[in-house]
């Protein structure tokens, strides 16, 4: 362990030039991102390569690359600068309009779609010096990230924590399907045979549609046809107008997909899906923060500003035919395994 001599002896700004450059790899652009001239900058890598004995960057055909000492030090140097920020700044006077904190928070691009919108125009408007940094975790890694203060804040839902993270449910929602406007299936209600018929598009990162959908007709020996399986959400809008593929999402986001002119329409789902909530998740230890919780305020009413989904529809009634078939499911906690 370091002695404290030896601790007297680093300049601290030399870790926030190391935190640039791991994060940029590249000199002109980390000297740009704190402020730094490009000479000054060299020089302070040169003095981090002699403080901890290795190159830490190095020049590739590709440009510079971390050393393996240099990714270990990416983790633990901004750890550490978010730890000194916190201790420096003072809020008992926390006010948005002069606060310069950035804070780290979780979502998916499901979430950003519908959130961020909104949530930039009121930063901008009312705490212009505030700056988020938004990450798309998986469920484990989101638990991990806030354990170890690498996040401050994450939006997303049932995230199996224990108790040192705190959960707030913010947004109601349900699940619906999503098909093209001149779709034959468009035409009428859904029936759970026609559903049933239908090629599916999936998004993998996604586990709603699994946990709400595909669990519950396996619960009753019923599979859906799944067609094509996409990383994320981003072309999912396309496929669907471009040929007969149906998707199965939140209805939050099918709204924000399907508006005037999309050439897309939502339909319910022809089987009893329970409702679920979107919810904001940090660790206990912010508990005391005004910062924290004017941040977590902003989050809640920027998410509930979005208003409410629409009331299950009496067309989508099932056939009599089809109930006994579903009559036997119980909507049951089942864990999450993607990430949205």
């Not at 490009?38 to 403080?51: K, V």
């Not at 408007?125 to 998986?138: I, K, N, Q």
């Not at 409702?275 to 940090?282: K, T, V």
Request: with cysteine.
């Amino acid at each position: 362990m370091p002695s404290l001599a030896t601790l007297r002896a680093i300049d601290l700004n030399l870790l926030v030039a190391l935190d640039a450059l791991l994060a940029e790899r590249h000199v002109t652009r980390a000297a740009a991102r704190i402020g730094l001239s490009q000479p000054a900058m060299s020089s302070a890598l040169g003095r981090l390569r002699a403080l901890f004995g290795d190159e830490l960057l190095v020049r590739t055909r590709s440009g510079m690359e971390p050393t393996p000492r240099g990714l270990e030090l990416a983790e633990a140097t901004r750890h550490v600068l978010r730890q000194v920020a916190r201790m420096m700044d003072s809020e008992a006077g926390f006010d948005p309009a002069v606060a310069t904190q950035s804070f780290a928070l979780r979502m998916s691009d499901l979430l950003g779609l519908l959130l961020l919108p909104g949530l930039a125009a009121r930063l901008q408007r009312d705490a212009p010096g505030v700056t988020l940094e938004v990450r798309h975790l998986a469920p484990a890694a989101t638990l991990e990230a806030l354990q170890r203060d690498e996040l401050d804040l994450a939006v997303s839902m049932g995230l199996e924590h224990g108790g040192e993270v705190r959960a707030m449910p913010v947004l109601a929602d349900r699940m619906v399907c999503v098909l093209r406007a001149g779709h034959p299936a468009s035409r009428r209600p859904l029936t759970l045979d026609g559903f049933l018929a239908l090629r599916h598009l999936r998004v993998a990162m996604s586990p709603t549609d699994t946990r709400f959908v595909d669990d519950v007709l396996a619960a009753q020996g019923l599979r859906r046809q799944v067609a094509l399986t996409v990383p994320h959400w981003l072309v999912v809008p396309e496929v669907l107008r471009a040929g007969d593929l149906v998707a199965v999402m939140s209805e939050r986001l099918a709204r924000a997909f399907a508006g005037a002119g999309s050439g897309l329409v939502l339909r319910d789902l022809p089987f009893a899906s329970a409702r679920f909530d979107w919810s904001l998740y940090w660790h206990r230890r912010h508990e005391g923060s005004r910062a924290h919780a004017w941040l977590r305020g902003v989050v809640a009413h920027t998410m509930a500003g979005l208003g409410q989904p629409r009331a299950r529809r009496a067309s989508s009634r099932r056939s009599s035919a089809e109930e006994p078939r579903l009559s036997a499911r119980k909507m049951t906690p089942t864990r999450v395994s993607g990430s949205v």
